[in-house]
């Protein structure tokens, strides 16, 4: 049987939901709970928490079931008047409409009247509910018809639970239940309270029968437990436990479990890894768990569970009844529906919806007093409508449950942003300090050399005076004896003969041991005091710090995208890691290129810089820093980068003429007209000595192209050299000449044919312009004190080709000049 559009926009609406996290600091589950298991909160009864069993419908629109509404029904002061439960609809209850539509039973299943006691109660119930159509209860909210109600510590639910009817004896637990019903429906002063939303409604004289049947919740509920039922046989089926040592695929039945090691073993991998010896000789084996019993079926199960249900008939001794059970039963297995009948006339069906009322009523309903003059509408049609209702507002739930899913992936996505930064920041604190260590045994090793190096020096400074006090005590020793044995002696005149002279050897090695002479020279103690308070100090204080109102760190050079083309360069930086220092933007630096000051050559957020135009075969040096609101931080270590020696270039398609046309890599070039026009080349010069030839691929009539430098500036639709822009040579098959401001000068035999080649030399340090015609120099020096920045230049007709070679070092072998014309 196909679900009904609700089931179906619910199993959406869960599928699109994932599962919670586990908890703040917890990854989340591995899997979403599937739609049957995440609906299932919403089929459980709030009072026992278990699948609805005839769920009724209370006038809050919540759903208790029939057993459990018994239970929680409560007795309030006998003064006090209830509204009966089709005026407690009617009255504005402050429930939407859609919300009401969405609790009252579709046209296809039966909606009873609850459990009717037997002997015509039903009769009587209407008359008595048209008796009090127009009275309001003295203790309700708004004239709600149901009141607040502070939830009572006596159940976990919050309300207070009515003991069941004790069963008479001899009785069976249907006839007792009918003597609860029975009590219920006769005690004007019994009302229930919602155990959800905590209202209380009254009760009627038909008691609980006053509350509707949700056939729709009833169906949803026994196709649940059917597809439940069967997912847990095939998951008991398939749990049996195997061998989690086996080879082979798929794995043997296991037969023994050890206690010990906590493995499953099948006979075979029992023998050859877990044998009864040795260490495993006290391991305890016992057999294998079982699996989990398949439980009951739950159409049964619900079946067993439902008095009455399975025989739609009153029984004996007043037993409550449940009209329509059969039909609930048949839609559940899927045999023919019965279409549900009005409670108060059990023979005619469904036509009509009350909107007043918000409930299904019959033709015959119509033509009482209670819904005269009530707002009615097509059965059909308001069903419809309520599903639409019901389906938009589903599509709103959907969108935000999809904006909850991408939160929720974001929400992952910073768990392990946050794995992924505490990780780098363990590493960064790990490294810190280990730098900090190894800069203290560096430090260390440092202070330990220089004292032993104070050891050293002051034990050769002992033993130096060591050695020469003995050196000397050795010989006055000698001396003092030698003297003594000349005293000794009794010859005068021998004695006189040697006295003057030993006795100045005395004098003078008493002179010897002068003052200070028998003081040590240095200090047993070291005058080395080492203060490593303020390090320590600073060891203790070491904690994290906010950045957030200081300068930018020192940016790091990535010297592996640092590179040099020709006349430009390209610098590349990074912020340092683990910085969280704001930074506005970077300045870069550059030198000269011969040493002298820096110059600001690029300011922006960029950290990819390419500074064009610089001087061939120099050396330059960058540097960088960051800046914010705070200040300028420090300038990164210096780069230093060498631009090419030779020039590498071509001709420029965005500066030549309209008419030249370019070919070959821009590196050939010819013209659509027959006047002159002119194409200069890539690169500018300012410094050095640079050279560069053209081939002259194509030479028909005779024409005078024109070879030589120009500024940016130049007029190009004119023989090159005709303006002050220009210093040019224009050559024809016999001779040449060179030309400045329309000045003809130093006119030169030998011309170009097709396959010569013409060089030009332009020497900026000794600022001259000289030209070559295959290899050998075109007259003198074609011009002097040139200075400036040039750019090689072309002018040609259609009756020239030329391709430029560049990148060429400068010719040593070059013939000399040939000698000029008139």
Known sequence: MRPPPLSLALSTLVRLCPSPGLGPFHPPPRAALSAGAAMEEELKCPVCGSLFREPIILPCSHNVCLPCARTIAVQTPDGEQHLPPPLLHSRGSGLPAGAAAAAAPPPDHETPAGPA????????????????????????????????????????????????????????????????????????????????????????????????????????????????????????????????????????????????????????????????????????????????????????????????????????????????????????????RKYPTCPDHEMENYSMYCVSCRAPVCYLCLEEARHGKHEVKPLGATWKQHKAQLSQALNGVSDKAKEAKEFLVQLKNILQQIQENGLDYEACLVAQCDALVDALTRQKAKLLTKVTKEREHKLKMVWDQINHCTLKLRQSTGLMEYCLEV?????????????????????????????????????????????????????HQLDFVQMKCRVPPVPLLQLEKCCTRNNSVTLAWRTPPFTHSTVDGYILELDDGDGGQFREVYVGKETLCTIDGLHFNSTYNARVKAFNSSGVGPYSKTVVLQTSDVAWFTFDPNSGHRDIILSNDNQTATCSSYDDRVVLGTAAFSKGVHYWELHVDRYDNHPDPAFGVARASVVKDTMLGKDDKAWAMYVDSKRSWFMHCSSHTNRTEGGVCKGATVGVLLDLNEHTLTFFINGQQQGPTAFSHVDGVFMPALSLNRNVQVTLHTGLEVPTNLGRPKLSGN
């Open 117 to 336: 006691c037997g002997g015509g109660g039903g009769g009587g119930g209407s008359a008595a509910g048209g008796d009090h159509a127009d009275k309001l209860s003295l203790y309700s909210e708004t004239d709600s018809g149901y009141g607040s109600y502070t939830p009572s510590l006596k159940s976990p639910n919050g309300v207070r639970v009515l003991p069941m009817v004790p069963a008479p004896p001899g009785s069976s637990a249907a006839a007792a239940r009918g003597a609860a019903c029975s009590s219920l429906s006769s005690a004007s002063s019994s009302s229930i309270t919602c155990p959800q939303c905590h209202r209380s409604a009254s009760l009627d004289h038909r008691g609980l029968r006053g509350f509707r049947r949700n056939r729709l919740l009833e169906a949803i509920v026994q196709r649940y437990q059917q597809g439940r039922g069967a997912v847990q046989g095939a998951s008991a089926a398939a749990a049996v436990a195997v061998c989690q040592l086996c080879d082979r695929t798929p794995p043997e039945p296991a037969v023994t479990l050890c206690e010990q090691c906590d493995v499953l073993y099948c006979a075979a991998c029992q023998l050859k890894c877990h044998p009864s010896r040795g260490p495993f000789a006290k391991h305890r084996l016992v057999p294998p768990p079982p699996p989990p019993p398949q439980p009951p079926r739950a159409p049964a199960e619900a079946a067993s569970a439902s008095p009455g249900a399975a025989q739609g008939a009153p029984s004996a001794g007043g037993s409550c009844k449940s009209p329509g059970a059969s039909g609930a039963g048949a839609a559940g297995g899927g045999a023919a």
């Open 487 to 539: 005293i000794k002696e009794n010859d005068p005149s021998g004695f006189l003969q040697i006295s003057d002279a030993l006795i100045k050897r005395v004098q003078v090695s008493q002179e010897q041991w002068v003052k200070g002479a028998l003081e040590p020279k240095v200090s047993a103690e070291f005058e080395l005091t080492l203060d490593s308070e303020p390090l320590l100090q600073a060891i």
